[in-house]
């Protein structure tokens, strides 16, 4: 199996308050996704990188913010939550594009914001 | 209109029964990609293919391009196929995914 580690697993939080999580690779893959899942809309990119320092909005980017400091490690924060950000979060990598190669998915961060 | 849609969204069936999962796409694509998500939440993905067939086990997608159309078959279904099936597709800068709402598949004993 792929090495992604996301964390927290699960996290209970305020609305108003930051909240960052995190996704780390062991595969030193090029391209690293966050997702979020909800009832109904299924699965929406928020954000990725294809690179240090190189991110890019997906579908639902608004009130996310990434940053990709070194290849292993790819930050979603939400600066100030709120209760419409509760969904479960899924990290995934992937060494080329989505049109050439298949995505390798995290465990997943269930996240509500109360 | 969603870029992806499934069919079904829901579907039950019996074990060693052929089943068949149906994605439509709107937009040229890059490529197509099936994952499977089963209870406790983990995904996996299947396949990724943007011409003709690909096998794997009992697990068999196929891919007409000129129709935008994808299927995924599962041959002898049994009651751990029981999961959720998406499909998803690559686009535009062909770094990402748009994906399908999904099936729920119930593979009774």
């Known amino acids: 199996d792929a090495g992604i580690t996301q964390s927290p697993r699960h996290k209970v939080t305020e609305t108003g308050t930051p909240v960052t999580l995190r996704c780390h690779q062991t595969?030193?893959?090029?391209?690293m996704y966050w997702y979020r899942q909800d009832p109904g809309h299924g699965l929406r990119l928020i954000h990725y990188?294809?690179?240090?320092?190189?991110?890019d909005k997906g579908e639902v980017s608004d009130g996310y913010s990434v940053s990709r400091s070194k290849t292993e490690d790819f930050l979603l924060t939400l600066e100030s939550a709120t209760s419409s950000q509760t969904s479960v979060y899924f990290c995934a990598i992937s060494d080329q594009g989505a049109a050439f190669q298949t995505q390798h998915f995290g465990d997943g961060t269930r996240l509500s914001i109360l | 209109k969603n870029e992806v849609e499934q069919s079904p969204q829901n579907l039950t069936a019996q074990e060693g029964e052929f089943i068949t999962i149906n994605c439509s796409y709107s937009v040229g694509i890059s490529a197509l990609h099936w994952l499977q998500q089963h209870p406790g939440g983990g995904i996996v993905s299947l396949f990724m293919l943007s011409s003709g067939k690909k096998k794997h086990g009992r697990l068999i997608a196929t891919i007409n391009i000129q129709e935008k159309h994808s299927s995924l078959h599962i041959t002898a279904s049994h009651p751990r196929d029981s999961a959720v099936y998406i499909c998803a597709v690559s686009t535009g800068s062909a770094r990402q995914l748009t994906f399908g709402s999904g099936t729920q598949l119930t593979v009774l004993p």
């Open positions: 595969e030193n893959h090029r391209y």
């Open positions: 990188s294809y690179g240090v320092k190189d991110t």
